[in-house]
């Protein structure tokens, strides 16, 4: 009977340790994520108050991207970025009467009986743009592009609908229960700074 109970402890505290390596493994490969000079420059540049709280990088299309979550007043920001400086996207939360009338009508209509959890806004200034031989660049637009994402409850379920500033929908509400993963969620490497 001893014997059994040593084994056992021998087992927890081997799936102890193996676990605590997965730990250690994790935060090894968030810390190779670094920002380049140039991204960080641009992104010191837009946001001068602001500090960097957390860094991913995104291979999208086959293009590098990193996006860093920043702090400045109070505010969590989320600024995509190229290795050159190029800030493709800025992302941040805003009420429902921050958003333009249009997009502001469209979100109302599709929450119905739902509740608004959070919108976010996001400009858009440069898009990764795969050419006729299936190569990916990243092309800045001539004139950044606005989006509202909201995010809605209702229920069990978890819904979001993206919308232009004009109140064209841009992507439909689609509704998931509420611990279904989201189609962007990944596990990118992160480091917090």
Avoid: Y
């Amino acid at each position: 009977m001893r014997h059994r109970q040593w084994m056992w402890l021998g087992v927890v505290g081997l799936v102890l340790a193996l676990a605590g390596l997965a730990v250690c493994a994790e935060e090894e490969r968030k810390a190779k994520v670094e920002l380049p000079q140039a991204a960080a420059k641009a992104i010191k540049d837009a946001f001068p108050k602001a500090t960097i709280e957390e860094v991913e990088a995104e291979d999208e299309d086959g293009v590098r991207l990193f996006e860093v979550e920043v702090e400045q007043d109070g505010a969590e920001i989320e600024v995509e970025v190229s290795p050159d400086g190029l800030i493709v996207s800025i992302e941040s939360k805003v009420e429902l009467k921050d958003v333009p009338d249009a997009a502001a009508k469209v979100i109302s209509q599709a929450a119905q009986q739902a509740e608004i959890k959070k919108i976010e806004r996001e400009e858009i200034r440069a898009e990764v743009i795969k050419d006729d031989k299936g190569n990916a660049q990243l092309v800045k637009l001539e004139e950044p592009k606005t989006v509202f994402e909201a995010e809605l409850i209702k229920g069990d379920q978890r819904g979001e609908i993206e919308v232009a500033a004009d109140g064209t929908v841009i992507e439909a509400l689609k509704w998931k229960a509420k611990g279904e993963k989201k189609e962007d969620d990944d596990d990118a490497p992160e480091v917090e700074r």
